[in-house]
């Protein structure tokens, strides 16, 4: 175990999970903040685990400083194939656990990504809840594809904020490449969190926690926005389970 309490990483399926903590993932996290140090950290869940498979995108999530384990498929994978009873590390849940963090070490933040509205709503939520939080920046870029995105510009704007935190979503697997591209550019730990900005903007519902904790949290974001994600769903749940089915049967089979 390090200083931070975080053990080390474990592979599954296609990513390298970090271990340890909820809270010493968010103490790691601080750490690498505080000390302006230009990293990276992805949540990792079934739907990132299926983008993995793409080699490229392999790299920038195992090459992220930290990768957690945000998913419930995740954490039965680890458990199963690894023994790890690992703690869930969920973006949506990390949000605001760096935001009293920063609060509490007055650590500044800088939000990345959504729509201009929803920024607003966080930087007054925050104010609201930790009086005195110091939110650097909240920037709202325009649409283009990565390979047309002002990432010059985005470093310089983040970096002369002074950020610690920096919280991005652009949604996977887009701000996960993102991030691996500012790597070395900003200087600060940036965390893909997608859309955990709506959640602390009050502009979306999350699952009870009954559903979150037997990995159904899928099936309530479905029954919520069925014509935009039951495609993906389908297609995401249905690889992570060919996945898991053909580690198991490898590691059955002894290869």
Request: glycine share 10%; with cysteine; charged share 20%.
């Amino acid at each position: 175990m390090n200083q931070d309490g975080v053990l080390g990483r474990k592979r599954v399926l296609t990513a390298d999970i970090s271990l340890g903590s909820f809270a010493a993932h968010v103490r790691a996290i601080a750490d690498l903040g505080e000390a302006h140090r230009s990293s990276y950290v992805c949540c990792v869940n079934a739907h990132m685990t299926a983008e993995a498979r793409d080699p490229g995108f392999a790299s920038v999530v195992n090459g992220a400083d930290l990768a957690t384990a945000d998913g419930m498929p995740v954490l039965y994978a680890m458990r199963l194939f690894h023994g790890v009873d690992q703690e869930r590390v969920a973006g949506n849940d990390l949000l605001p656990a760096l935001l009293s963090e920063a609060h509490a070490r007055k650590l500044k933040v800088f939000l990345y990504g959504g729509r201009q509205e929803v920024l607003d709503a966080m930087v007054e939520r925050a104010g609201r809840e930790f009086p005195g939080i110091e939110v650097c920046g909240a920037y709202s870029p325009p649409f283009a594809a990565l390979e047309e995105m002002d990432l010059a510009g985005d470093a310089e704007r983040i970096n002369a904020s002074g950020a610690h935190l920096v919280f991005v979503s652009l949604g996977c697997p887009k701000q996960e490449r993102w991030m691996a591209a500012m790597k070395g550019r900003v200087q600060g730990v940036m965390l893909g969190l997608g859309g955990a900005f709506l959640l602390y903007a009050g502009m979306d519902t999350r699952a009870p926690k009954w559903m979150r904790d037997l990995s159904l949290e899928w099936c309530y974001r479905l029954w919520l926005e069925p014509g935009r994600l039951w495609k993906r769903y389908l297609v995401t749940n249905s690889i992570f389970l060919g996945l898991f089915l053909k580690h198991g049967i490898h590691r059955l089979l002894g290869r």
